[in-house]
């Protein structure tokens, strides 16, 4: 990389209002191919995705990196596509490595057929697929003398290590001017890293460990004269490990948890879109000792979201991160739906991301008791197959029994109530796109709190009977709401137009599974078949039984 400072007449900075487009990736790319390979005289190395199938991932704004020896500064690297058909061409070229952005059409051929290297008068030892992801997006440009940025924050760069590579998109925008200047300037006075082009290009520059620690701890500026910057990305080794974006930067520091970060709510942004198995990293420097980080839960009074979700931190000069897996269906719900505050004592946070991470799935909790038996319901088109449990829908009514009929492929959807009969645990049930999902074939008197808690009125307000799943002492059913009732998020409750309570007068609803003869009917384990073995629903055999589902002779029952 050269040192070579290109301004040797420095106008009056003008302050401008920064939004950045300057590319930071890792060097340590996916590898396409390594060896030796003497090109010579137009002696083409060829790359099918066939033989090479790393270039099958190729998309538009990755990066070919070409890696050459032997070229004396007089190499010329060429890139074809597998139809002959050069979209790339480089001359005296020095030995080292040499970038290749690739354009849409330029990453389809690429990725369909592959990549031919070829030119004259260097070794090919290596070429390389960097990926591209963005990070910030902005501009920074001057038509008349130089153009000069707010402060970056040091955040931006703390993934940077030695070895790793900068670059800087450029754009000429005053094709009549010689001094088409850009740089990196540290601290308002040094530049850093220094280029002039009139071409529209990416400017590439290998870093050491001691710009990388500048980048990470100094005042960084970028100035321009006659060029417009305009975007900041960052590329990682493999495009199927992870995407890390930026949901907020700057510098807040907590001084002794009297300040934080506000993620919360409107302010979320991209949280809402947060997956199980996603990582949020934080950025942070320390500002003495006793330092500690803590991720709070703003529907759970500030309560840190887990043990995991605080640590106490070393006091060090250096930049550190934090970072804490999402790693269950209730966590991630609180993530989406009211976002995070991050909290802490002596530290100064630069950077919040959201690292997804490859597999990433969305998630609901569904819970369920020792009885077996819940009511459930989500906004969103959910699958219980893999957890073993099977949804009902109410789909008649009659007096003092309300029928419950299975879903044939055990999905639920969005914004319906349902009963739950399935093994006592809690469970991460997974999101499913709406065309997987049943809608009940017929009525459905099961309505839904959904994902939020909902406020029941007493049934004669409502114009409705309404009732509510519960257990009073060994008996589980529907039980007439006679009074105002705040039901829990993703619960569900019987609605009717008549009352629907038997004549008796009794207070429970009976419950009847319309894919067994089993209703909710209190058994006794003496009244059992003593001959007929007796199962849980994980299929072990039990000699005696207690409260729960069973399965004996082929049918579920319920023992209270």
Known sequence: MSKTIFFNRIKKAVLVNLLLLAVVFSARAEVVFSG?????????????????????????????????????????????????????????????????????????????????????????????????????????????????????????????????????????????????????????????????????????????????????????????????????????????????????????????????????????????????????????????????????????????????AFANVENSAETQTFEYTVANASVLEDIQLTGIIVQGKNINVTKVELVKKEGRYDAVPATIGEDGIATFSSSKHLSFAEAGITPYYASEINDGIVTLTPVDNKTTWGYLGYVLRGAEGSYDIPVIEESEAAYPSGTNYLKATSDYAADLPRSEEAGKYLYIFAKKGSNIGFYHLGDTYKLAAHRAYLCTDSDIRTAGGASRITLRFGDDETTSVRLDTNALNCSASLYTLSGQRVKSATKGIYISEGKKIIIK
Request: aromatic share 10%; net charge negative.
């Open 36 to 308: 030796e390979h003497a090109v010579g005289s137009w002696n083409a190395q060829q790359l099918p995705v066939g033989d090479y199938p790393v270039l099958a991932k190729a998309s538009a704004g990755d990066v070919i990196a070409v890696t050459i020896s032997d070229a004396g500064g007089s190499g010329r690297v060429t890139l074809q596509d597998v139809s002959w058909s050069g979209f790339a061409d480089e001359y005296d070229c020095a030995d080292g490595r040499h970038y290749f952005v690739l354009t849409e059409a330029q990453a389809q051929t690429v990725a369909g057929g592959g990549l031919i290297v070829t030119g004259e008068n260097y070794t090919l030892t290596q070429v390389e697929l960097l990926y591209k992801k963005a990070l910030w997006e902005g501009s920074v440009d001057d038509n008349s003398g130089w153009g000069q940025s707010d402060a970056l924050s040091n955040g931006l760069f703390a993934g940077l290590s030695a070895g790793d590579v900068l670059g800087i998109d450029v754009t000429a925008i005053n094709d009549g001017e010689s001094w088409h200047q850009v740089a990196i300037r540290v601290d308002y006075a040094d530049n850093m890293i220094s280029a002039s082009t009139s071409e529209a290009k990416t400017l590439f520059y290998e870093l050491t460990a001691d710009q990388v620690t500048t980048l990470q701890t100094k005042t960084i500026n970028i100035i321009a004269q006659y060029l417009k910057v305009s975007a900041l990305y960052t590329y990682a080794e493999d495009k199927d490990t992870e995407e890390a974006e930026v949901i907020w930067t700057g510098s807040q520091d907590t001084g002794d948890w009297s300040a934080y970060v506000d993620l919360s709510y409107d302010n979320r942004g991209s949280l809402s879109q947060t997956f199980k198995t996603d990582v949020l990293r934080i950025t942070f420097t320390t500002t003495g000792d006793g330092a500690q980080i803590q991720l709070s839960n703003p529907a759970n009074g500030w309560a840190k979201f887990s043990e995991e």
